[in-house]
């Protein structure tokens, strides 16, 4: 039997030594989850820990790894939510911040087309009057020169907006094209944004992806409930900078067209009449950080990006002496007046603050304010008493599964039977490893992967065990019926797992949540499998046959 080259040996037995150490830690999940946390809050608290901080973190030593498997939804409990984005929300907006701009260019053309005004028009519609209808060809002529290409594969060569003359009126909206586009981006910016507030809470392994044209599928493990998951992912923090018509303690005023009634947070019942376009808005934020005014108080410092600096600087520039009305999620946080041009694109945001609200005033503003409003269809909290037993049953399961296969390769193969009980439970130990090192989440579907491996992980072992039984009936010598039985089932154990691989694949590119859990195990139980049934049976098998030199082998 001509042995495996010591490299070989090396390698293999240091890979099952790495997938039993980095497998411990799942054994006292609890205690190591626990060190882990307060590992994590230490370090966020800049080394600083308190007496059950310290308790926690002795729970586990330093020096051995602290990765575990993250267990899904299905296993932890949490929430789950079904969101569906309102896309014409983002219409709306960004037809209404065209109007400054529309009104600009038909200014330059006031010669031709007379005097201009904003007609009524539904949301997602721009409509302009002009009294000349003799200019109208200049008209249409300029204000399409505001729109620019849509920046899509499919929308190449046609603009963003589409302008028509209807009478004496344009009608600007948005082109089909660019509202596609637009829904991607609405869509895109609304998982982003939700995946960072959720971050921000340190959830472990959350789920937030697209599903459909505008919904969304939010899961976080380990929440207290749907209603706390609501609450964070519903805050807007929808921040913009209004200019103010005026002032009034009528809740009952009329604001008059194009204008908004607001009220202070501030001052009790005093409202804020303002222009319904911003001037500047939350978009064109780029960083927010808690502070304090030169009073003390706690408040908030802000900073727009280049477009953002420049509108807020001309503003400014042009309006000393007016208010300008800071509005948080339709509320007036504070209306100061202009003092002097502020260039620069900088700011600070005042009001009565403690440093736990600017703190995180601060935080859901850098995180971003949704672009559309969000509808929940679907809500639900997954207590952890469901995960548990679904743990407890996955754990008999395996265990049965573990017995009976066994218990059927020694009845039939004898001591290769029982050599390849052991690399079975190395097998499982290098699965667990694995999706500790990579961070791989655990699901129902997932646990099901791994039973199913147990089953299939010995097919190899049977398939070897077969071979050499064949190559001893043709009075091979047992030390070459061993090498020839790993040789020839090379091929057929290859091919068989390629197969199963491919599908693995197929189901965690196509699939989602419980699916691709189910192919993430399945996939890396294959790659296991075939390691230890070809690998470390072998090196079982060497060392044995090295040690007792038998005359005989009996498979």
């Not at 964070?232 to 009634?261: E, M, W």
């Not at 850098?366 to 509808?375: E, I, N, Q, V």
């Not at 265990?399 to 690399?423: H, R």
């Amino acid at each position: 039997m001509k042995p495996l080259a010591l490299w070989k040996r090396v390698l293999i037995l240091l890979v099952c030594a790495w997938g039993l150490i980095g497998a411990a830690p799942n054994l006292f999940y609890g205690q190591v989850e626990r060190h882990n946390d307060a590992a994590a809050a230490i370090e966020a608290a800049g080394g600083t820990a308190s007496p059950e901080q310290t308790a926690a973190l002795a729970e586990w030593p330093e020096f051995l790894p602290s990765s575990l498997v993250n267990l899904g939804l299905d296993l932890r409990g949490g929430a789950h939510l079904l969101a569906e984005v309102s896309v014409e929300d983002v219409y709306k907006t960004r037809i209404d911040a065209m109007w400054p701009e529309v009104r600009d260019v038909l200014r330059d053309l006031r010669d031709q087309v007379g005097s201009i005004r904003r007609a009524p028009s539904p949301d997602g519609v721009l409509r302009v009057t002009i009294s000349n209808p003799a200019g109208m060809a200049a008209a249409l002529e300029a204000v399409r020169g505001l729109g620019s290409s849509v920046v899509t594969l499919t929308g190449v060569g046609q603009s963003t907006i589409e302008v028509t003359a209807e009478g004496e009126d344009i009608v600007v909206q948005l082109s089909e094209a660019e509202k596609q586009a637009t829904d991607d981006r609405t869509l895109q910016q609304s998982l982003e944004i939700i995946r960072r507030r959720v971050d921000e809470v340190g959830t472990r392994e959350p789920t937030i992806q697209r599903q459909g044209e505008n919904r969304i599928l939010i899961q976080v493990p380990g929440i207290g409930s749907a209603a706390e998951l609501k609450a964070l992912i519903g805050t807007t923090a929808q921040l913009t900078f209004n200019a103010v018509v005026s002032r009034t303690t009528d809740v009952g005023a009329d604001p008059g067209p194009r204008n908004r009634l607001l009220p202070s947070i501030d001052e009790q019942g005093v409202y804020y009449i303002v222009e319904e376009t911003p001037v500047v808005s939350g978009e064109e934020l780029v960083d927010a950080q808690p502070s304090f005014d030169q009073n003390g108080r706690p408040a908030v410092s802000f900073r727009f990006d280049t477009t953002g600096a420049r509108k807020f600087g001309d503003y400014t520039a042009a309006n000393i002496g007016a208010p300008f009305a800071i509005i948080l999620d339709d509320e007036v946080i504070s209306a100061p007046v202009i003092q002097s041009h502020i260039p620069g694109g900088s700011g600070i945001i005042t009001g009565s603050f403690s440093v736990e609200d600017s703190t995180q005033l601060a935080v859901l503003l850098r995180a971003g304010a949704l672009p559309a409003k969000m509808d929940f269809l679907e809500e639900r909290t997954i207590g952890p008493e469901l995960g548990a037993d679904s743990i407890e049953a996955g754990k008999v399961a395996a265990m049965v599964a573990g017995v009976a296969v066994a218990v059927y390769m020694v009845a039939s193969y004898g001591l290769f039977g029982l050599f390849a009980n052991i690399a079975l439970g190395i097998n499982i130990a290098l699965i667990f490893a694995a999706l500790s090192a990579v961070g791989g989440t655990l699901t129902l579907p997932g646990i099901a992967g791994i039973v199913l491996t147990i089953g299939m992980a010995v097919d190899a072992n049977v398939l070897v065990f077969e071979r050499i039984r064949e190559e001893l009936r043709v009075n091979k010598s047992p030390a070459r019926a061993i090498e020839l039985g790993y040789e020839r089932a090379l091929s057929a154990i290859i091919d068989a797992n390629i197969t199963t691989f491919i599908t693995a694949t197929v189901l965690f590119t196509v699939g989602a949540g419980p699916v691709r859990g189910f192919a993430i195990t399945l996939g890396i139980g294959i790659i296991t499998s075939v390691f230890t049934a070809l690998f470390v049976t072998r090196v079982i098998v060497e060392i044995w046959y090295r040690w007792r030199k038998p005359a005989t082998v009996a498979v």
